[in-house]
């Protein structure tokens, strides 16, 4: 079946530490999205890319990085930069072709904790 | 700039009463307006979606929203809740203008029916 696949589920680190969260698709979609959602906060969007080799910051993108060299994979890295890592992490993806309407596809999320 | 409010952490409701959950919104030009769900530690599930038409949506398990421009709100009802509509629900909006695809998110409501 198609879908987004996220992993791992949940992730522990130490303080100080890189960590690289994965996000593949098979929806053969152009567009995808990294959101952080913390409790009472909604969702905030990290990063995004509408085609290979090309993403853009969203609104906290400070202390993340990410890359696209395929259609299929937006990984997304948290740095030591990152002052407050610790949260559920979303990837989205967009149904080509109506990009225009926004209607993202999610996966499960990865939960980051920084211990 | 593009914002979106749910007034209401939590919205009670019993089991085979109506439900509503608030959503109001500010853009510039045309808004998509869209509802989620999410059940804990999972991602985020489509459920229905105003592009364009008819103010009435109807999306999945039963749910509905109501478009009203006067307003700038997009409520979200279902006739009969369900015990298994305990979940967050997040309203979403976007420009018409914003070709970038990115979503704006509510900060989500935490819906609970009791039997």
């Known amino acids: 079946d198609g879908g987004i696949t996220q992993s791992p589920k949940y992730l522990f680190r130490k303080e100080g530490q890189n960590v690289t969260l994965s996000c593949e698709q098979n929806?053969?979609?152009?567009?995808m999205y990294w959101y952080r959602q913390d409790p009472g906060q909604g969702l905030r969007l990290i990063y995004y890319?509408?085609?290979?080799?090309?993403?853009q910051k969203g609104d906290i993108a400070e202390g993340y990085s990410v890359s696209r060299e395929k259609k299929e994979s937006f990984p997304l890295t948290v740095t030591s930069a990152q002052k407050n890592p610790t949260a559920f992490y979303l990837c989205a993806s967009s149904v080509p072709g109506q990009v225009n309407t926004g209607e993202l596809f999610f996966g499960e999320g990865s939960r980051l904790t920084v211990l | 700039a593009q914002s979106v409010a749910q007034p209401e952490d939590q919205v009670n409701v019993a089991e085979g009463n109506p439900l509503t959950v608030k959503c109001t919104y500010s853009?510039?030009?045309?808004?998509?307006l869209f509802w989620y769900v999410q059940y804990p530690n999972r991602g985020l599930q489509f459920l229905l979606k105003?592009?364009?038409?008819?103010?009435l949506v109807k999306g999945s398990y039963g749910f509905e929203a109501e478009f009203n421009k006067s307003q700038t709100s997009f409520h979200l009802k279902k006739p009969s809740a369900l015990v298994s509509d305990s979940a967050l629900y997040f309203c979403a909006v976007r420009s018409f203008y914003n070709q970038g695809g990115k979503l704006i998110f509510g900060q989500g409501t935490e819906l609970s029916v009791k039997p």
């Open positions: 929806l053969n979609h152009d567009a």
């Open positions: 105003y592009i364009t038409g008819d103010n």
């Open positions: 853009v510039s030009g045309n808004p998509y």
């Open positions: 890319s509408q085609i290979v080799n090309d993403f």
